[in-house]
């Protein structure tokens, strides 16, 4: 049950026993815990599979972060974690109906804003809709992001509904660190600032999550790097909260756009670069076991993998009444099972290939994929990129990369071009089902190879074989 | 001796509602309004008035 899906990754983890690499496979070492086999949040192998939707029942706040502008509102503009909707209870169970009728790969429904899900106003109605979608739909995972002011007195509440999963974000365990970020928290009646505001915060943050550890829940830490400010910080957070038993630490670049009207936006706040981003993540990631899929999904996101479907269930779009057809479910589940058995056995393979292909230098690869685990994207739909290092004792899952960070609307194909050339920094070649004659041509000026010669296989097989620079076995099951 | 809200300014997201111990504040067209003769600017309840100290945006719930 414990094999992982890459063998290889193992064989690399035995070479190098005191410094645990993070791998694609990472997440499967605990793939049999029910709790997260068919989370895509928490297994980048599930992420594959299964789709998450956030619904935005949440819009009130009780803190003010500096990276945040509670006044944006702006239905053209896919920023990661801001939504244009504000749902009522009834509205968000029709929505989460709606998706489920539609979408049969929606495993999880989480609450993730705008505001905060627990904050005075917003916990009545966190806990409503979660308490409407359990009835509904009893095979759905819940879960909830907060920024764990309002975390520590709502754990029993949490439990008793079955929660499993939350994503608790914190920037800072310093009051120092964290008064450059929190400008204000709303508190027992008051708004405090300052350094008293950042230490009551945190307090409150690590209290909420030590509480959910002993719970039982499983515990992602989001923190958002903020160059100049958290960046050297980040590894004391990393700490404390592996201390603490977290499942998780996942570090999040900050998106800043003067545009966005944001405190650090206006003040000309550089976002993290891939590299610093990277380094970080390297500094922290020495013995935990990092998210590196996480997209940043908007509080109101719907789908697979970079997909937002978001935008096909507004209010206006959703039917009164859903037919969930749960066979269908039940169908798909049974479908994912087999191609994921298949997937191992493509890794098997993977590893047959790399070995032949022994004492080379690493690669960085990029893959276009819009799910099951397959090289399956057409370079010219694709708005991220899967980056791997290969070597010839493995792979390792280095992150994605999104081409579409800040907008979506607005950019001529030039720009979009330049967009992914950023995104595709450093790597030799980006594999696709399929690319055009003309950003082939681009890619190449680039430096980046663009390979359409492992369509449909699997992204394991597929880099393995590039890498080893074989030809495909005669079997591709499509 | 009462709160208004700016309504160009409100969000909509209703934290003030939640907070006022007196119950007036309501949702009216997308934005909150604040119902001058039921509020006490929070007298004898709390230091400071709710709904300002919660609110999102800065200048928003102010006295009429
Ligand atoms: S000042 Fe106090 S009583 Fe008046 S509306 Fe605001 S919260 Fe309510
Ligand atoms: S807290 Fe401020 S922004 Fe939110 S509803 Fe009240 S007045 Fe509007």
Known sequence: ?478 | MAYKIIASMCTGCGACEFECPNKAIKESDGVFIIKADKCTECEGAFDTPQCAAVCPVDDTCVPA
């Open chain 1, 1 to 478: 049950m414990s094999r992982p899906v890459v063998t290889l990754a193992s064989i690399k983890r035995l070479s190098e026993p005191e410094r645990p690499k993070i791998k694609a496979s990472s997440s499967c070492a605990s793939a049999s815990d029910p709790r997260i086999a068919d989370h895509p949040c928490y297994s980048e192998e599930a992420h594959h599979y299964f789709a998450r939707m956030h619904v935005a029942v949440a819009p009130a706040c009780n803190i003010q972060c500096n990276y945040c502008n509670r006044k944006f509102d702006c239905a053209n503009e896919s920023r990661p974690g801001v939504v244009s909707e504000k749902l009522t209870v009834e509205e968000g169970l029709q929505k989460v109906l709606a998706v489920a009728a539609k979408v049969p790969q929606m495993s999880v429904v989480g609450i993730a804003g705008p505001g905060d899900s627990l904050a005075g106003a917003s916990a009545p109605k966190t806990f409503a809709l979660f308490k409407a979608v359990r009835a509904a739909l009893p095979d759905v995972k819940l879960c909830l992001s907060t920024n764990g002011l309002a975390l520590a007195e709502h754990v029993p509440q949490l439990q008793e509904l079955g929660i499993d999963h939350i994503t608790v974000t914190l920037n800072a365990v310093d009051a120092e660190v964290g008064e450059k970020i929190y400008p204000w928290i709303f508190w027992q009646g008051r708004r405090l600032t300052g350094r008293e505001a950042a230490q009551t915060l945190l307090e409150r943050q690590l209290l909420g999550i030590e509480k959910a550890v002993q719970a039982g829940m499983l515990v992602k830490i989001n923190s958002v790097l903020i160059p100049g400010i958290n960046d050297d910080h980040l590894p004391l957070v990393h700490k404390a909260v592996q201390e603490r038993g977290v499942f998780l630490h996942n570090i999040m670049p900050l998106i800043s756009n003067p545009e966005h009207g944001t405190v650090f936006g206006l003040a000309g706040q550089p976002a993290p670069t891939n590299a610093q981003l990277e380094s970080v993540q390297e500094a922290c990631g020495i013995d935990a076991k990092l998210m590196r899929h996480c997209r940043q999904c908007r509080a109101d996101a719907v789908g697979m993998l970079g997909e937002d479907r978001g935008q096909e269930f507004t209010s206006d779009k959703l039917p009164a009444q859903a037919q969930i057809n749960h066979e269908a479910r039940h169908l798909y589940r049974s479908v994912v099972a087999e191609e994921r058995a298949d997937r191992k056995a493509a890794a098997l393979r993977a590893d047959a290939a790399l070995a032949l292909a022994a004492h080379s230098p690493k690669r960085r690869v990029a893959v276009c994929t819009k799910g099951g685990g397959r090289i399956n994207e057409h370079f010219g739909h694709a708005r991220e990129f899967r980056l791997y290092d290969v070597d010839a004792t493995g792979l390792s899952f280095v992150g994605v990369r999104r081409a579409d960070n800040y907008c979506q609307g607005g950019w001529g194909e030039d720009d979009n071009m330049e967009a992914i050339l950023k995104a595709l920094e450093g790597c030799e070649a980006v594999l696709v089902s399929k690319i055009g004659r003309c950003p082939k041509d681009e890619l190449a000026k680039a430096g980046i190879d663009a390979v359409d010669g492992y369509a449909l296989s699997y992204i394991e097989e597929g880099l393995s074989n590039w890498y080893a620079g074989l030809a495909l076995p005669a079997r591709i099951s499509a």
